[in-house]
């Protein structure tokens, strides 16, 4: 910037060196015409002074002027200034809303290793009562057929009392006496050949 400064400031010099002998020319034939001639050459001398004295001036802008141009900015920075501070306040709300997300979602972390741990307790729970009811139900089979073997047992033993006591008693089949109720036992037995 400084270098484009100095060869500015060069060039001025320069044309005011080239320009300073036509200035004076213009200054002595000035002075060497009399008062009373009707001739003025100062507004020649003003067209060229102000010819060169827009050369070296910067061309006005034709867009907004700095004032506007400043009004402008400072208007937008205004609503940027606005935008910046809704945009921090809704980084805010989402940092807010973030950390009560995050402690749900701890809240509910722990409620859920409880519940799995719950589920899996119950779960064992159920396995060993399926196991303790099939032991019941093996046992109640095995109770059954014990039952059954004591009542044809007991019905066998009737019989021979039955028979030892006089009674004549139908023979069966095998099957019969060992699936037969014991209704159906004493309905044959009780009825004795009397003579």
């Known amino acids: 910037m400084e270098k484009s400064k100095m060869r500015s400031d060069r060039k001025i010099i320069i044309l005011a060196i080239l320009f300073a002998p036509v200035f004076l020319l213009a200054g002595c034939s000035s002075s060497q015409q009399p008062a009373d001639l009707a001739v003025e050459p100062v507004p020649f001398e003003r067209q060229q002074n102000d010819a060169i004295a827009k050369r070296f001036q910067e061309p006005d802008p034709e867009g907004p002027t700095v004032v506007e141009s400043a009004m402008k900015l400072s208007g937008e920075y205004a609503r940027l200034t606005q935008e910046a501070a809704e945009l921090r306040r809704q980084n805010e709300d989402f940092i807010a809303k973030n950390r009560q997300l995050s402690d749900q979602t701890a809240s509910l972390d722990a409620q859920l290793k409880q519940a799995q741990q719950e589920l899996a307790e119950a779960n064992s729970l159920l396995i060993e009562m399926r196991v303790e009811l099939n032991d019941w139900k093996a046992d109640i089979l095995g109770f059954r057929n014990e039952m059954r073997n004591a009542e044809t047992a ?19 089949s095998a099957s019969a006496k ?18």
């Open 178 to 195: 060992n699936t037969g109720t014991v209704g159906s036992a004493i309905a044959s037995s009780n009825m004795p050949d009397r003579p």
């Open 154 to 172: 007991q019905l066998e033993t009737l019989l021979r009392i039955l028979k030892v006591l006089g009674g004549q008693v139908a023979t069966e």
